[in-house]
């Protein structure tokens, strides 16, 4: 059973506009939530977190925002940029368990 | 040089042999992972090792081996290999239990199993 979510494979938006990238999260135990960046033939790089106490961290023009009663979390980028261009992974962290769970991820486009 | 590296990048081999993908972390990190990416299925999670000499099975640890002897190694061994095992493997380290716990990943061995 996948507990993390990401159920749009892709998404592309123009240079300057807003990217929202969503994840979806079946277990209530998770206590941290990351987002990773990934470039073809290298291995993913953490980009920003947020603790399942709070509902929105922000870094810059990375911002991610948590809805727990939802279940649901959010990665927002602005502006984009082409170099945002990358597949986005989101993970979560259980309370409990000493490991970390990914979603199938997303591949933002972002075009000039 | 400081960080993780994984050996070998590109891996050929036949269905029925061995195969052993190496992991090396500088950091002295006590949690160690590995993961398997596929399309549509993202980074799911074969083992993974809390310390020397402690490892856990994650999501999908069937046909594999993990052993931790020393704190800076994690191999990983497919005993025999099956078509289904084709994939890109990454290692990671972190320090789980230290705020976020992010992870450290190498940056991948791709297997390709014929």
């Known amino acids: 059973d996948q507990q993390v979510k990401q159920n749009s494979p892709s998404l592309s938006v123009q240079e300057g506009r807003i990217s929202i990238l969503n994840c979806d999260y079946t277990n209530s135990m998770f206590d941290y939530f990351l987002w990773y960046k990934k470039y073809p033939a290298e291995g993913p790089t953490f980009l920003i977190s947020i603790s399942s106490i709070k509902d929105k961290n922000e870094d810059g023009r990375f911002t991610v925002f948590l809805n727990k009663s939802a279940k649901h979390l959010s990665l927002h980028i602005v502006p984009s940029q082409p170099g945002d261009s990358a597949v986005y992974f989101c993970?979560?962290?259980?309370?409990?368990?000493?490991?970390?769970?990914f979603g199938a991820g997303t591949r933002l486009t972002v075009k000039p | 040089d400081a960080g993780i590296t994984q050996s070998p990048r590109y891996k050929i081999t036949e269905t029925g042999r061995q195969v052993t993908l190496m992991c090396h972390q500088t950091?002295?990190?006590?949690?160690m992972f590995w993961y398997r990416q596929d399309l549509g299925h993202g980074l799911r999670l074969i083992y993974y090792?809390?310390?020397?000499?402690?490892?856990d099975k994650g999501e999908v640890p069937d046909g594999y081996v993990v052993s931790r002897s020393k704190t800076e190694n994690f191999p990983l061994t497919l005993e025999s290999a099956t078509r289904s095992q084709t994939s890109v493997y990454f290692c990671?380290?972190?320090?789980?239990?230290?705020?976020?716990?992010?992870?450290?990943f190498g940056e991948g061995s791709r297997l390709t199993v014929l």
């Open positions: 990671a380290s972190s320090e789980l239990r230290l705020d976020t716990g992010e992870l450290f």
């Open positions: 950091w002295s990190h006590s949690y």
């Open positions: 090792s809390a310390a020397a000499d402690i490892t």
């Open positions: 993970a979560a962290r259980g309370y409990n368990n000493n490991d970390m769970r």
